[in-house]
């Protein structure tokens, strides 16, 4: 495909869908609690967006069967929601991606249940820092690895791991677009950064080693060493020199 630069109308088209994003994650982040399934916050997912006259960007992408990706404690992206109970102690990661007049957006974040514990609620910190030290890096006329080694560099340095099988992404009428961006790698890699890039950016930080495998649902990923993992991510666009987040309210 290459990487598609966006004109500002298209720009202000994915700030819309970015802003509902940001509203479905504020919804499903506040009924987070012990006791709650997580099918249950697909199906308040579901009325958010019904609400906007939007669409779930994952709902049936190759398949996939949920309306949002929810990845508890030791799953690290593409969790299905479904009749697992939230339980106190364990931490979600809660992925949403919509469709609105034509364009994407794409989010996540991550949620304690109840009272967790020190270590939990320190990987979930420094896996925010994380992205937004690659937000911060996101400027126009430096290389992609600038994004990349920031967040590396963020998370090893707080003594976590990046995962470096999956990556965020280029976005805009499509979910996945060019380039990938990994999390890890060299200030000097990847195409320069220019005006009307919209990215993904997306850490996905484990308290243990990096490697992962993927479950027998074929869908879930989780660390291979069984330790926690945290997921934040936020679409952003290359304007005035520097990265804008569009998911926000």
Same mark, same amino acid.
């Given at each position: 495909?290459?990487?598609?630069?966006?004109?500002?109308? /298209?720009?202000?088209?994915?700030?819309?869908?970015?802003?509902?994003?940001?509203?479905?994650?504020?919804?499903?982040?506040?009924?987070?609690?012990?006791? +709650?399934?997580?099918? /249950?916050? @697909?199906?308040?997912?579901?009325?958010?967006?019904?609400?906007?006259?939007? *669409?779930?960007?994952?709902?049936?992408?190759?398949?996939?069967?949920?309306?949002?990706?929810?990845?508890?404690?030791?799953?690290?992206?593409?969790?299905?929601?479904?009749?697992?109970?939230?339980? $106190?102690? @364990?931490?979600?990661?809660?992925?949403?991606?919509?469709?609105?007049?034509?364009?994407?957006?794409?989010?996540?974040?991550? +949620?304690? +249940?109840?009272?967790?514990?020190?270590?939990?609620?320190?990987?979930? *910190?420094? #896996? /925010?820092?994380?992205?937004?030290?690659?937000?911060?890096?996101?400027?126009?006329?430096?290389?992609?690895? $600038?994004?990349?080694?920031?967040?590396?560099?963020?998370? $090893?340095?707080?003594?976590?791991?990046?995962?470096? *099988?999956?990556?965020?992404?280029?976005?805009?009428?499509?979910?996945? *677009?060019?380039?990938?961006?990994?999390?890890?790698?060299?200030?000097?890699?990847?195409?320069?950064?220019?005006?009307?890039?919209?990215?993904?950016?997306?850490?996905?930080?484990?308290?243990?080693?990096?490697?992962?495998?993927?479950?027998?649902?074929?869908?879930?990923?989780?660390?291979?060493?069984?330790?926690?993992?945290?997921?934040?991510?936020? #679409?952003?666009?290359?304007?005035?020199?520097?990265?804008?987040?569009?998911?926000?309210?």
């Amino acid at each position: 495909m290459g990487i598609v630069t966006k004109s500002p109308d /298209e720009i202000a088209a994915m700030r819309e869908a970015g802003r509902i994003v940001a509203k479905v994650l504020q919804a499903l982040a506040g009924e987070v609690k012990p006791g +709650v399934k997580t099918g /249950e916050l @697909d199906a308040v997912c579901a009325q958010v967006l019904a609400r906007h006259g939007a *669409e779930s960007s994952f709902k049936n992408y190759h398949g996939y069967p949920a309306h949002i990706c929810t990845s508890v404690n030791d799953e690290v992206v593409h969790g299905i929601p479904g009749d697992r109970t939230l339980c $106190e102690g @364990d931490i979600v990661s809660i992925d949403v991606g919509v469709k609105f007049k034509g364009f994407q957006g794409d989010a996540a974040v991550t +949620v304690g +249940v109840g009272k967790i514990s020190p270590e939990a609620k320190r990987l979930i *910190e420094v #896996t /925010e820092g994380a992205l937004h030290a690659g937000i911060a890096a996101a400027k126009q006329d430096v290389h992609l690895g $600038e994004i990349s080694a920031a967040v590396q560099s963020y998370v $090893e340095a707080n003594g976590f791991s990046v995962v470096r *099988e999956y990556t965020g992404h280029g976005i805009g009428r499509q979910m996945h *677009e060019d380039p990938q961006i990994p999390n890890f790698g060299d200030r000097s890699e990847g195409p320069v950064l220019r005006s009307g890039m919209t990215l993904a950016i997306e850490p996905m930080v484990n308290a243990g080693s990096w490697r992962t495998r993927v479950s027998d649902d074929q869908w879930t990923v989780v660390t291979a060493d069984g330790s926690l993992s945290a997921h934040f991510e936020h #679409t952003v666009a290359v304007t005035n020199g520097r990265a804008e987040i569009l998911t926000v309210v």
